[in-house]
């Protein structure tokens, strides 16, 4: 049973940062591309921030310079570093796991099969 598991979320000032994990369990976890996904209230998940098998990392425009990836995999733990954040920048924040058809762009939501329950960021101004 795969599970994902996100944590760190919560509330701070603009210009602030806070640091999200996603503890993965129940698969090889370093075999598989990994990626954040960020969903405000009636609009679609928008990705943000991914890491390959190979442990290259993609980023979306908007966060790029700001947020960084990455993964500790002793503890099968995916990381966002969040800096810089923005009022924009409130969502909750999903991770997700195994791109299937590894064609496609690897920040397009519904090409991820296992997701997690997601934690909420909100930044004020």
């Known amino acids: 049973q795969v599970q994902l598991v996100e944590s760190g979320g919560g509330s701070v000032q603009a210009g602030g940062s806070l640091r999200l994990s996603c503890a993965a369990s129940?698969?090889?976890?370093?075999?598989?591309?990994m990626a954040w996904f960020r969903q405000v209230p009636g609009k679609g998940r928008e990705g943000v921030a991914a890491?390959?098998?190979?442990?290259?990392?993609y980023y979306a425009d908007f966060v790029k310079g700001r947020f960084t990836i990455s993964q500790d995999n002793v503890k099968n733990t995916l990381i966002l570093q969040m800096n810089s954040l923005k009022p924009e920048d409130t969502a909750m924040y999903y991770c997700?796991?195994?791109?299937?058809?590894?064609?496609?762009?690897?920040?397009?939501?519904?090409?991820?099969?296992?997701w997690g329950q997601g934690t909420q960021v909100t930044v004020s101004s």
């Open positions: 890491l390959n098998m190979n442990g290259f990392a």
């Open positions: 129940g698969y090889a976890y370093s075999r598989y591309d």
């Open positions: 997700a796991a195994e791109r299937e058809n590894r064609g496609l762009p690897i920040l397009l939501a519904y090409n991820y099969r296992f």
